[in-house]
């Protein structure tokens, strides 16, 4: 019984390290985007402008909440990686 609760700790361990590294990841991926945005701002066309509606909100199936903040975590990098997508294609070089 004893090797259960220490097995069982372990895990909670690892899947605490595993959120603090997508964390890390995302922010990361935030300053990297923020960098990017600041660095080429005199050498990018202006981002379109965009209208904030509920289509980007769709339904979305629920996970437990370890997989579901692993989800937000990643949501978070790839928004940041498509941010960066998004000003590349609009730099004039």
Do not use: H, W
């Not at 289509?55 to 990098?77: H, L, M, N, V, W």
Request: with cysteine.
């Amino acid at each position: 019984m004893q090797e259960n609760i220490g097995a069982k700790s372990a895990k909670e361990s690892a899947s605490s390290m595993v959120l603090s590294e997508l964390e890390r990841t995302a922010e990361r991926a935030q300053k990297t985007a923020a960098v990017v945005m600041d660095k080429t701002s005199m050498v990018t066309k202006p981002a379109p402008s965009t209208t904030s509606g509920a289509e980007g909100k769709a339904q979305r199936e629920e996970y437990p909440p370890f997989f579901d903040q692993i989800r937000q975590k990643t949501e978070s990098i790839n928004n940041s990686l498509s941010n960066i997508e998004d000003i590349m294609r609009r730099c004039e070089l």
